[in-house]
């Protein structure tokens, strides 16, 4: 008989996940204080192809037939494109464009080869696209941020992207603690049995505190931010943006829950104890990146 692994205690779990997120901070504060453009881009690269890596690893495991190995080629080269444009002239407007047609119209050719197999075909044309759009094109909103705002030295809106990262990895530490701790009331049992309305309660709290205080201690530090925020109402902007980033940190949480329920896995990886894998971590922020290099481009101009 095959003996089944214990399930780890609250308590250890929540070790586990305390340890692996001070040795991510760790990290995230080196390429931070470096102050150098490509060590940004190089985590930022790195994350994305293991968490694309692991993506086609979980379909896969579900049973579906995808394009792995052309996906993971086209984030690559659209990576190294995107960052090389970053730290050159600027990104072109047609760029963006060729990446998708790239994914879309790449993954149908390479089903020409396979024969149809009902709607598994379009699934997996459907799910390489998606991979790519998902994790590739969205996380790599976090590069563009580094570089949104106008300012001196190589990276003139790190403290923006470091301010969006706290936001972002605050609402889940408050869902989980708070939740963890007095969750009583489900919020999706049908997607995230775990997820409550107290969990999402202490995510918008922690989400306040994370932005409200980063604000407050480097107001200096993102100049070009602070000014946008005075002109279109100081605090309360503030605040605003920081429960903004906290409702789509949720959805991106919650997004990546429909892809591992409708797959049938618990994790994306088991890179980082008790969280998970490189998709686990950046989820929440494929939604809320983007979100945040919209804001300060249309506050920038």
């Known amino acids: 008989m095959t003996s089944v692994p214990a399930k780890d205690s609250k308590a250890l779990t929540f070790v586990k996940r305390t340890s ?15 102050r150098i453009g490509w060590a940004y881009v190089a985590l930022i690269g790195l994350l994305v192809v293991l968490a694309t890596i692991e993506y086609f690893r979980m379909l896969k495991d579900g049973g579906v037939k995808g394009f792995p190995g052309y996906t993971l080629l086209l984030t690559i080269a659209y990576s190294v494109g995107l960052y090389a444009f970053l730290l050159g002239d600027g990104v072109p407007v047609w760029f963006d464009g060729l990446a998708i047609f790239a994914s879309l119209a790449g993954a149908f050719v390479l089903q020409l080869r396979r024969p149809v197999e009902g709607l598994g075909s379009i699934t997996g044309v459907a799910m390489s696209v998606l991979g790519f759009l998902y994790i590739a094109f969205f996380f790599n909103f976090g590069a563009r941020v580094v570089f949104a705002v106008p300012g001196p030295g190589e990276v003139p809106g790190a403290m923006l992207l470091l301010w969006g990262i706290a936001v972002t990895k605050f609402t889940d530490m408050g869902a989980y603690i708070v939740g963890s ?119 920038t101009g």
């Open 20 to 34: 692996s997120t001070l040795g991510l901070w760790a990290v995230v504060t080196l390429a931070f204080v470096s």
């Open 181 to 299: 701790a007095i969750g009583r009331h489900k919020m999706c049992p049908h997607i995230s049995p775990g997820k409550t309305w107290q969990g999402f309660g202490g995510a918008i709290a922690f989400a306040l505190l994370a932005g409200c205080g980063l604000y407050a201690l480097f107001q200096d530090d993102m100049p070009n931010f602070s000014a946008g925020l005075h002109v279109l109402g100081g605090w309360g902007l503030v605040i605003g943006l920081s429960i903004a980033l906290a409702l789509v940190a949720v959805v991106g949480d919650l997004a990546e829950s429909v892809l591992k329920r409708s797959l049938s896995v618990k994790d994306s990886g088991q890179v980082l104890p008790g969280i998970g894998g490189a998709l686990d971590l950046i989820d929440s922020m494929c939604f809320t990146l983007p979100l945040l290099y919209f804001y300060v481009t249309w506050v």
